[in-house]
């Protein structure tokens, strides 16, 4: 049953509503003035300019780029790991599994940040790349954990015994044929991993120190202290980031939708 | 008198998997260790902090003190409204979007997706753009002469709202999309063609069929909006803090970690209710939607 | 068996049509001899695999049959080392391999899916067992090449998986379990997913390459024809338990139960009493007595309960106006299957006879309604226990 006229415009103005702020906000970037006004007053790249030969934020980009490796690296790992637990170990239950590893997503993001906080500071682990992207693959690995999970649960377990009886040892077969046929997989759930990093801001405050900073955290404190272009200019670089890194993941997801269509 | 079998077993359970299982548990060990390491410790490490920095006597703070349980009490309130909104928003554009044209389905989607992917906290900015005392709509109102002078649209409630609920909308669309597609066309038709008229299939067959998605997307936005920080922090006002920012501030601005820690319990303590009795009528991976991205504070 | 030996892969003899005998002298050198003992597999209370006990000479080929559930694809999983048996013991060439895992059987294994590395091209699939077991870089194409044009694939080694057929795939699948040159050839209904035409060329062709390779082979199959085309022998399976096992012209002449005679292939059965007069033996039911030849009797006593068998292309039909002696009936159905007609015929007193006729023979047109005499004869009949 087709929906009628009126919930058809009703719909249209929410889905407006819903992608005009981020349209306001990279409109903004593009003003001449040195306040944010919208409609922007004439157009020019100052602002972009400006924030691309700033060392602070090519450090920061550096930083949020490797954090985000980092984390979605560990994610896949990890996700993998769990997922195949999950998919076809036996002493642990299923459910009890899969709830740990989806767990990230049940705590709020406050009460991780400052979990982190207490137990990295404690062992002096904070204020790098390393430490930041460790505390942000928490947030990824449900991400790999689902898509792994759902990856395997669809492998014809046949396939993986032709491996045995071809004379691959388990090791082997898990690296040789159950790996490469869920990696698509994983790396989709990766990039998911990485968004989740690049973007993050509360776990990233607890962690940062004045000479170690994220792109998240350099828009938090700009924020809370007046509004200004740039951060506009930075807010479209993040956003512009985000939606090519998904945009990945739509086209990977074309592509394999239309392989299984064919074959 | 045929050729049929007639013997027919009880059917064997037809193993597929290895015979020794356990290799795939000893895979999932390094795994269940990084987690436990990098995530349960940490959680652990906030329970023993919440009960020995100084005391347990923390819990007893922060449930007597009255500016505490009143941020806690108004982040209940505050979600459970955001929850209401969004669905009552969101259905419409899920219903839109699910009982349309390719086309208009594509648009909507896309909007919904756009939005969905935008970073919370640049989203965040943009509401700040927007409701400024030079912002979009106060130049508005003041253009067209209704007010003098700026209205406070900022760092209040409101806009902590207004900011919640843009945000959460799409995991509410999300989850009542998921459930309308669900719903066979030949149940509606069959209820046209019995001559119910199309409110009356929508209030007495579809609505009923997409409750079940409605209530794993109110949940889901429910519980995130219990957890929000950083839009309660950029758009709320000084005076009504929420559960998550009273959290922050113990621990960065008042140096109160024990503290900190026994709020954070509490708020773990109440997501975690939410999702036991949750659970018990819609599933864990029903609530928390395999289509969803992450889309920065999507806990 | 090392890669250095001749290739028994471009062998031109043409095995298929040697007797058996010759067959196992052949095999005795390549084929593995395999001994299931008392083999029992059970889980919980369901008993998957009851004591089955079978010998498989080197070269044989050799079906395990039965209907979904018989316990034959867990079978050739323990056979494989998939499973482990709960009791029992399984040896190839004389050496308890019970517990030994997979990978260290050298066995070949076909599935029924394929079950093809979906990541890997043709060529690497089939190279994938010689590196599993190290055999030297350089050797590897060469035998995976001869490997594939022993299934008349040479030209795809570049395809992925999915750029092939259902039975490009096979003969991939097929490639690939016996590039190691493997002394056992396991089979799990290998041809269950293709169609009919596709999946007799098959049958032929996996028989020819498996003679000509000498290999010892156990196929699985629901499928009694592919059974008795294939098969030197056929393990009859029901519930687990092994019921029957024997060489395909026997299993049909004579089956040890009605369960035996009942899965191989329509048939009409009746039950009676086993009677001998006059030097004739007889079983003697209510309302029909059917004759059968001294050596069918063998083995049986005047008296026993016994089930007589006629299979639907021995009867023989003809217009019934006269008072014949034997059997009566009305045609109540023609069906028209493919290049058989199957009539079924009532008798007035309501037992149905299933009887097939090739449509080409010169039998005169029957019509529903019509009187017919039925007739078969005597060493047409086999008798065996009741169920």
């Known amino acids: ?263 | 008198m045929t050729s049929s079998p007639v013997v027919t077993a009880p059917a064997a359970p037809r193993r597929r998997r290895f015979e020794r299982p356990n290799f795939w548990t000893l895979a999932g060990l390094p795994g269940i260790v990084y987690l436990i390491a990098v995530f349960g410790i940490p959680l652990v490490f906030i329970v023993v902090r919440s009960l020995t920095d100084p005391s347990p006597a923390n819990y007893a703070a922060v449930v007597e003190d009255p500016l505490y349980s009143a941020s806690l009490w108004r982040t209940v309130q505050i979600a459970f409204l955001v929850t209401v909104l969004s669905l009552a928003i969101g259905y419409p554009l899920a219903y839109a979007m699910a009982r349309s044209g390719k086309r208009l389905a594509m648009v909507l989607g896309a909007a919904l997706l756009l939005s969905f992917w935008t970073s919370l906290l640049v989203r965040t900015f943009a509401w700040q753009v927007i409701l400024n005392n030079t912002g979009l709509v106060n130049q508005f109102l003041l253009g067209t002469g209704i007010i003098d002078e700026p209205i406070p649209l900022i760092r209040n409630l409101f806009a902590v709202l207004v900011g919640m609920v843009h945000i959460l909308i799409p995991y509410a669309v999300l989850a009542i999309y998921a459930s309308l597609r669900g719903i066979k066309p030949e149940v509606e038709q069959a209820a046209q063609s019995l001559g119910a008229s199309p409110w009356r299939v929508f209030t007495r067959v579809t609505l009923p069929l997409s409750l079940p998605g409605v209530a794993a997307g109110g949940i889901l936005v429910f519980v995130l909006s219990l957890g929000f920080y950083i839009t309660p922090a950029l758009l709320g006002g000084p005076g009504d803090i929420l559960i998550s920012q009273s959290v922050v501030l113990q621990v960065q601005q008042y140096l109160q970690p024990g503290m900190g820690a026994a709020m954070a319990v509490v708020l773990v303590a109440l997501v975690l209710l939410v999702f036991v009795i949750a659970t018990r009528f819609i599933g864990l991976g029903r609530i928390l939607g395999v289509t969803g991205a992450p889309g920065g504070e999507s806990r | 068996m090392t890669a250095t030996q001749e290739n028994p892969m471009r062998a031109t003899t043409r095995t298929i049509d040697m007797p058996l005998a010759e067959r196992k002298e052949r095999g005795r050198a390549k084929g593995a001899a395999l001994r299931l003992e008392a083999v029992r597999k059970v889980y919980g209370d369901n008993i998957v695999a009851n004591d089955v006990t079978l010998d498989i000479e080197p070269g044989e080929f050799v079906t395990l049959l039965g209907a979904s559930g018989s316990g034959k694809t867990t079978l050739l999983r323990m056979i494989a080392g998939f499973l482990e048996p709960t009791a029992g013991v399984i040896t190839i060439d004389g050496k308890d391999v019970t517990s030994v895992p997979v990978h260290k059987r050298k066995i070949g294994v076909v599935f029924q899916n394929y079950a093809l590395f979906p990541h890997m091209n043709v060529l690497k699939n089939v190279m994938f067992p010689l590196e599993m077991h190290k055999v030297p870089k350089v050797k590897r194409k060469e035998l995976a090449r001869d490997a594939l044009a022993a299934v008349k694939l040479e030209n795809f080694e570049d395809r992925m998986p999915s750029q092939l057929s259902g039975g490009q795939q096979q003969r991939v699948a097929l490639a690939r379990a016996i590039v190691m040159k493997p002394r056992l050839l396991l089979m799990d209904e290998p041809l269950g997913a293709l169609d009919r035409r596709l999946r007799e060329a098959m049958q032929l062709e996996i028989l020819k390459l498996s003679r000509e390779l000498g290999l010892t082979v156990i196929n699985v199959t629901h499928d009694q024809e592919e059974a008795f085309t294939m098969s030197d022998k056929i393990a009859l399976l029901a519930d687990g338990t092994l019921i029957q096992y024997d060489e395909p012209a026997a299993l049909y002449s004579a089956p040890v139960s009605e369960v035996a005679a009942e899965f191989l292939g329509e048939s009409n059965r009746f039950e009676g009493q086993l009677v001998h007069e006059q030097q004739r033996w007889f079983v003697r039911a209510d309302d029909i007595e059917v004759e059968l030849t001294a050596s069918a009797a063998d083995g049986f006593a005047e008296g026993d309960r016994v089930v007589a068998v006629i299979r639907p292309w021995s009867i023989s039909l003809s217009s019934a106006d006269s008072d014949e002696q034997g059997s009566v009936g009305t045609v109540s159905a023609l069906i028209y299957a493919g290049e058989s007609q199957k009539v079924l015929v009532e008798t007035p007193l309501g037992r149905e006879f299933i009887v097939r006729r090739s449509l080409d023979s010169a039998d005169e047109q029957l019509h529903e309604g019509q009187l017919v005499q039925l007739s078969w004869r005597p060493d047409h009949v086999v008798i065996t226990r009741p169920r």
Request: aromatic content about 10%; overall charge positive.
């Open chain 1, 1 to 263: 049953m087709k929906a009628n006229p009126a919930i058809k415009i009703f719909g249209l103005v929410i889905a407006f509503v819903l992608v005009a702020p981020t349209i306001i906000v990279v409109a903004t970037a593009f003003t001449e003035s040195s306040i944010i006004t919208f409609p922007p007053k004439g157009f020019s790249f100052r602002w972009f300019e400006e924030v691309l030969t700033s060392r602070q934020w090519i450090e920061a980009l550096q930083n949020s780029l490797i954090t985000g490796a980092i984390a979605a690296v560990l994610a896949v790992v990890v996700g993998i790991s769990l997922a195949m637990a999950a998919a076809r170990g036996t002493a642990i239950p299923r459910t009890g599994l899969t709830t740990f590893a989806l767990m990230p997503m049940l705590v709020p993001l406050v009460v991780i940040a400052i979990g982190v906080y207490l137990a990295f500071v404690q062992i002096g682990f904070y204020g790098n790349v390393f430490a930041l992207g460790v505390a942000h693959s928490i947030l990824g690995i449900p991400f790999v954990f689902i898509n792994v999970l759902a990856a395997l649960t669809n492998l014809d377990p046949r396939v993986e015994e032709a491996a045995r009886a071809s004379g691959a040892s388990y090791p082997i077969t898990l690296l040789r044929i159950t790996v490469p046929q869920i990696l698509p997989s994983a790396f989709v759930g990766g990039l998911f991993a990485f968004i989740a990093s690049w973007d993050e801001v509360v776990v990233a405050i607890f962690l940062v120190t004045p000479g170690f900073k994220t792109i998240p955290v350099m828009i938090w404190s700009q924020v809370r202290e007046g509004l200004e272009p740039s951060t506009s200019a930075v807010s479209t670089v993040l956003t512009v980031v985000t939606l090519v890194v998904f945009g990945i993941v739509a086209l990977l997801n074309a592509r394999k939708s239309k392989r299984t269509a064919t074959s």
